[in-house]
C-alpha cells in the first residue's frame, strides 16, 4: 500500500509543484492528527496514481507551516499545480476527504467488466 510522502521545508515545493497533493500538516502530540492518520493512510492507496498525499511535520518544519499560515492542526490543504486550492481545518470524516479529492481528481474509474461497447 502507498504510504503518504514525508514534506519538509527543503523538499516541500519540489513535492506539490505539479499534479494534485493533499498536504496534512499534523504533529505527533496532536490527538486529532493521530485519529484521522490512518485514514490520510488509506487515502494514499485510495488515491494513487491521481493525488499524492504528504505529511508535514509542523514542529520540525516551521517554515512551511508559517508560509501557509497553518495555526491550527490538523489542517489538511489540496495544491494543485504548487497553488492552494482548498484547505480544510479539524478532523473530518474520510468522506469528506473523498468529496474534496474526487472534486478536482474525479471519482475512481469503475471496474471493468470485460462487456466494453466500441464507438466504431
Not at 25 to 40: D, E, K, S, T
Request: hydrophobic share 40%; aromatic share 8%.
Amino acid at each position: 500500500m502507498t504510504k503518504p510522502v514525508t514534506l519538509t521545508d527543503s523538499n516541500f515545493t519540489d513535492e506539490v509543484s505539479s499534479g494534485l497533493t493533499l498536504v496534512d500538516f499534523w504533529a505527533p502530540w496532536c490527538g486529532p492528527c493521530r485519529i484521522i492518520a490512518p485514514v490520510i493512510e488509506e487515502l494514499a492507496g485510495q488515491y494513487q496514481g491521481r493525488v499524492k498525499i504528504g505529511k508535514v511535520n509542523v514542529d520540525e518544519n516551521p517554515a512551511t507551516q508559517g508560509q501557509f499560515r497553518v495555526m491550527s492542526i490538523p489542517t489538511l490543504i489540496l495544491f494543485k499545480d504548487g497553488q492552494p486550492v482548498e484547505t480544510m481545518v479539524g478532523a473530518q470524516p474520510k468522506r469528506a476527504f473523498e468529496t474534496l479529492l474526487d472534486k478536482y481528481a474525479g471519482a475512481a474509474p469503475a471496474a471493468s467488466t470485460g462487456n466494453a461497447v466500441s464507438a466504431d
